[in-house]
């Protein structure tokens, strides 16, 4: 028996119609509970009362708390892109990685939609974007994130929100920028503070930059969406996109983003100041894996 859970190929056809992509495929996953799942959802889907509705939603973020614990691995009851959407998306994910080269990576960050869009259409070192590939990045967009397992909130409405440079300040040798205020100036106390070992990580990401990392480790992630989940946010989710950044030690590269932050200098420094506070500490109830990297500068949420 196929366990997987495909999103439809529906989705595809059915944009702005965020009522059809719930009643497919996704609802499902409820009506049908994986008895082998290791973290099963109850099967309450027409629970009346709003205590059971309350318990039924208790249960939802319990069980995303759970599996966000051995972030990788596949459940029973994740949800997939199709394999046509996969092969979909892996194209997108690599008309988006040519777009990249092309703009060079600190402009990659701050790149919008409608931006990108051009870029492929103007420069055949990228090549336009098909309207399939279209429909699947805006379907991605507008297809509630809670479903395949990510509980944070959504922060950007639309997919074509635009950064504008006047607002930023590109961080010397990082190939990242920052918001003015709050988050530049938690960035310069921390510069201050800690040792010069600090780098910025990762700082602003545009929606597309951030719908770039979610579908390259969707792909990585052989098309489970809540497994990409549990890594990435969504694009449109990241609060990378409205002010958070990520740091991490020196010399320790691409490992900045594992538990291996937690045993630096850095980590130590920042937990020994007391004012950083954490997106998704351990057991954050978003579903998201512990990111003791990620600096949390909007409070708002
Ligand atoms: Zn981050």
């Known amino acids: 028996m196929n366990r997987r859970k495909f999103i439809s190929n529906v989705l595809l056809s059915s944009l702005g119609s965020g009522l059809a992509l719930n009643s497919l495929g996704i609802l499902e996953a409820y009506a049908n509970p994986q008895s082998n799942s290791r973290h099963s959802r109850p099967a309450k889907r027409n629970a009346k009362s709003t205590e059971a509705q309350g318990e039924q939603l208790d249960s939802h973020v319990k069980d995303a708390v759970n599996k966000a614990k051995d972030f990788e691995?596949?459940?029973?009851?994740?949800?997939?892109?199709?394999?046509?959407?996969?092969?979909?998306?892996?194209?997108?994910?690599?008309?988006?990685?040519?777009?990249?080269?092309?703009?060079?990576?600190?402009?990659?960050?701050?790149?919008?939609?409608?931006?990108?869009?051009?870029?492929?259409?103007?420069?055949?070192?990228?090549?336009?974007?098909?309207?399939?590939?279209?429909?699947?990045?805006?379907?991605?967009f507008v297809f509630d994130a809670s479903n395949y397992g990510f509980l944070g909130k959504k922060v950007s409405d639309n997919l074509t929100d635009t950064i504008a440079r006047k607002d930023v300040k590109k961080i010397a040798g990082s190939g990242h920028y920052l918001y003015k205020g709050d988050a530049l100036k938690l960035y310069q106390k921390l510069k201050k503070e800690l040792n010069s070992d600090?780098?910025?990580?990762?700082?602003?990401?545009?929606?597309?930059?951030?719908?770039?990392?979610?579908?390259?480790?969707?792909?990585?992630?052989?098309?489970?969406?809540?497994?990409?989940?549990?890594?990435?946010?969504?694009?449109?989710?990241?609060?990378?996109?409205?002010?958070?950044?990520?740091?991490?030690?020196?010399?320790?590269?691409?490992?900045?983003?594992?538990?291996?932050f937690i045993n630096t200098d850095i980590h130590q420094q920042l937990t020994d100041l007391g004012l950083i506070a954490e997106r998704y500490p351990e057991s954050n109830p978003f579903g998201v894996r512990h990111e003791p990297w990620h600096i949390k500068v909007i409070q708002d949420a």
């Open 73 to 140: 691995l596949d459940y029973a009851d994740d949800i997939y892109l199709s394999k046509r959407q996969s092969v979909l998306l892996r194209s997108i994910l690599q008309r988006l990685t040519r777009l990249q080269r092309l703009v060079g990576y600190a402009n990659f960050n701050l790149i919008s939609y409608d931006s990108a869009l051009l870029y492929a259409k103007r420069y055949s070192v990228v090549g336009q974007f098909t309207k399939r590939e279209i429909a699947l990045i805006e379907a991605l």
């Open 198 to 260: 600090l780098i910025l990580t990762s700082g602003i990401r545009s929606v597309v930059k951030q719908l770039h990392l979610f579908i390259a480790k969707t792909d990585k992630s052989a098309g489970n969406l809540s497994r990409a989940a549990r890594s990435l946010a969504p694009p449109g989710h990241s609060f990378h996109g409205i002010g958070d950044f990520d740091v991490g030690q020196k010399g320790l590269g691409a490992a900045n983003f594992t538990s291996a």
